[in-house]
Nanobody, 137 residues
Framework: EVQLVESGGGLVQAGESLRLSCVTS????????FGWFRQAPGKEREGVAC?????????????SYSESVKGRFTISADNAKHTVYLQMNTLKPEDTATYYC?????????????????????????WGQGTQVTVSS
């Protein structure tokens, strides 16, 4: 059974940090590209960060970020733990959203991070259930 389980969300003040985790199982971690997406109430789901893997060393695709989070968020992965992380620094109220981890078989990161709405839902193979991040001003 494929599972992506996010954790680490919460309520923080603007300027603070959070680290999200996505623990995966049920598929070959090294064959997949991983994206973090977010969806705020009334807004479309959007890609924010991606890390790609066409082999076991995550060297094929460099990480990609949306402009809104570039320089503040960092995506990383631990092959041994089959886990993907999103370190979020200098959080802003506009970062408030439900954050989702998703995986696609060897997808290119520039494409993944640009996915929106139904394109994202259709384009990724697996999704987690989401974790809520709320940033107060």
């Amino acid at each position: 059974e494929v599972q992506l389980v996010e954790s680490g969300g919460g309520l923080v003040q603007a300027g603070e940090s959070l680290r999200l985790s996505c623990v995966t199982s049920g598929f070959t971690f090294g064959d997949y590209t991983f994206g973090w997406f977010r969806q705020a109430p009334g807004k479309e789901r959007e890609g924010v960060a991606c890390i790609g893997n066409s082999d076991a060393t995550f060297t094929r695709y460099p990480e990609s970020y949306s402009e809104s989070v570039k320089g503040r968020f960092t995506i990383s992965a631990d092959n041994a733990k089959h886990t993907v992380y999103l370190q979020m620094n200098t959080l802003k109220p506009e970062d408030t959203a439900t954050y989702y981890c998703a995986a696609v078989f060897r997808g290119p990161c520039p494409v993944v991070v640009s996915m929106r709405s139904q394109t994202a839902l259709n384009g990724m193979d697996y999704w987690g259930q989401g974790t809520q991040v709320t940033v107060s001003s």
